[in-house]
Nanobody, 126 residues
Framework: QVQLVESGGGLVQAGDSLRLSCAAS????????IGWFRRAPGKERKFVAA????????KYADSVEGRVTISRDNAKNTVYLQMNSLKPEDTAVYFC???????????????????WGQGTQVTVSS
């Protein structure tokens, strides 16, 4: 059973940096892509970034490209989301998700991801 556990959220000021972690367990993730999504207050969950478990192919949402870096440490079974120059509009609950068919093509829609973590809150004050 796939388990995803996010950590690293918190309250920061605009311009600060934050690194989120997603610890994955339960199976081999060789065929997977691991993604980050976020849900701002009153809005739908949206794609932020994703990385393939093998080969490190990445994809970013236009809204964060240049400020966000996704990476993974296979030895620790952990995917990271480094966020820099944070803005108040980055305030959201951030979710880690796993797509079992993501090794070939990284999807940006929530329906492609079968497993989800509980989320971690990121709040950016102005």
């Amino acid at each position: 059973q796939v388990q995803l556990v996010e950590s690293g959220g918190g309250l920061v000021q605009a311009g600060d940096s934050l690194r989120l972690s997603c610890a994955a367990s339960g199976r081999s993730f060789d065929s997977y892509a691991i993604g980050w999504f976020r849900r701002a207050p009153g809005k739908e969950r949206k794609f932020v970034a994703a990385v393939t478990w093998i080969g490190s192919m990445t994809k970013y949402a236009d809204s964060v490209e240049g400020r966000v870096t996704i990476s993974r440490d296979n030895a620790k079974n952990t995917v990271y989301l480094q966020m820099n120059s944070l803005k108040p509009e980055d305030t959201a609950v951030y979710f880690c998700a796993a797509d079992s068919a993501g090794a070939i093509l990284i999807e940006t829609i929530t329906e492609a991801y079968e497993n989800w973590g509980q989320g971690t809150q990121v709040t950016v004050s102005s």
